[in-house]
């Protein structure tokens, strides 16, 4: 499995598994198990309207078939990069820009899949070839596929740990996402061990931004930075 370096708009370096070709093609064959299924309850389940006219039935087989045609864009979108056979092999996807995959780039890599997917698998050998293993859709789109089973500790992840008396300070942060509050905390942790104050204040005027936060009630960018990372994790873990 190789790594891949993703470059936050801060310039700092996060380093990921890129998910291997192998673990790729077998969360596509759980996907398409689970589409096959879905088509054969249907014809199972539909099989007394065979006496409808021709027009009707195919009516009937383009409606029902939407949830196969836009399972991949649909799951991915929900499941910020997920599907069931990407959660069970534990890969997502992400931006190489260190930002959370948006709905467009989503697009992009389904409508691709015309030529990775149906044109012979072009994309698996792609794949095999591409350090960042990514397929046209990935080059496309500016995405990758990393995987999940790294042995981290906190310090490595978007967790805190808090007190049982914590009481937070700005709700909204629920607003950011789980990338948002990771690439939060490794740019926070470089730019305070590097004593980088530009960066941090940078930082601290993105977040207010994207946060909408009116009053900040720390002394300190470093403090400030600090709380919205405990309140993100409170309040994510006790939604």
Do not use: C
């Not at 990758?144 to 007190?163: C, F, P, Y």
């Amino acid at each position: 499995m190789s790594e891949l370096q993703i470059n936050t708009t801060q310039n700092v370096k996060i380093t990921f598994n890129a998910a291997g070709a192998g673990e790729r093609l077998l969360a596509f064959i759980i996907d398409m198990a689970i589409k096959i299924g879905y088509m054969l309850v249907l014809n199972w389940t539909f099989g007394a309207f065979d006496n409808m006219d021709q027009w009707s039935q195919i009516a009937i087989n383009t409606v029902l078939s939407f949830p196969v045609m836009f399972y991949t864009l649909t799951l991915e979108s929900i499941l910020q990069g997920q599907t069931i056979g990407k959660k069970v092999l534990k890969i997502r996807v992400v931006k190489i820009d260190g930002y959370q995959a948006s709905f467009s780039d989503y697009v992009v890599r389904w409508f691709f899949r015309i030529v990775d997917v149906y044109i012979f698998g072009l994309g698996f050998f792609v794949m095999l070839f591409n350090k960042k293993t990514q397929r046209f859709g990935d080059m496309a789109a500016g995405t990758a596929v990393i995987g999940l089973k790294d042995n981290i500790n906190i310090s490595h992840t978007i967790l805190e740990n808090l007190r049982e008396d914590y009481k937070p300070t700005y709700p909204n942060v629920i607003k950011l996402s789980d990338n948002d509050a990771r690439i939060i905390k490794e740019t926070f942790s470089v730019a305070r061990t590097a004593k980088d104050y530009q960066t941090l204040i940078k930082l601290r005027l993105k977040i207010i931004e994207v946060v909408g936060i009116k009053t900040v009630k720390q002394s300190s960018d470093m403090e400030f930075i600090d709380v919205i990372l405990k309140d993100y994790n409170f309040y994510t873990q006790n939604m």
